[in-house]
């Protein structure tokens, strides 16, 4: 079983920037693809963003703000998010798919415990 562990969290001002990344305890070579979910209070985990060989996916309140990247040597998959807005506030989560459709959580297999990302206004 793959662990994945994030990094990268932390408390940041509105419009500031932080980095997010993920670690696999092993290649990611086989995955179809990695992904970024967040979950804030009270809300279902949702999903912000994916990228498989070929392409990159986002949700429609990150885009243009956030993007994920990977570097397959270093088993690691990046969240570098901008323009960081106070609902950005959630726990943000790293998983990987072998398969299915990148926004269903249903599809990714191996998930992270969560990094927590607090925007403050």
């Known amino acids: 079983q793959v662990q994945l562990v994030e990094s990268g969290g932390g408390l940041v001002q509105a419009g500031g920037s932080l980095r997010l990344s993920c670690t696999a305890s092993r290649s990611i070579l086989g995955w179809y693809a990695g992904g970024w979910f967040r979950q804030a209070p009270g809300k279902e985990r949702e999903f912000v963003a994916a990228?498989?060989?070929?392409?990159?996916y986002y949700a429609d309140s990150v885009r243009g703000r956030f993007t994920i990247s990977r570097d397959n040597a270093k088993n690691t998959v990046f969240l570098q998010m901008n323009a960081l807005k106070p609902e950005d506030t959630a726990v943000y989560y790293c998983?990987?798919?072998?398969?299915?459709?990148?926004?269903?959580?249903?599809?990714?297999?191996?998930w992270g415990q969560g990094t927590q990302v607090t925007v403050s206004s």
């Open positions: 998983a990987g798919s072998t398969g299915g459709s990148v926004y269903d959580r249903a599809s990714y297999a191996a």
């Open positions: 990228l498989t060989w070929t392409r990159t």
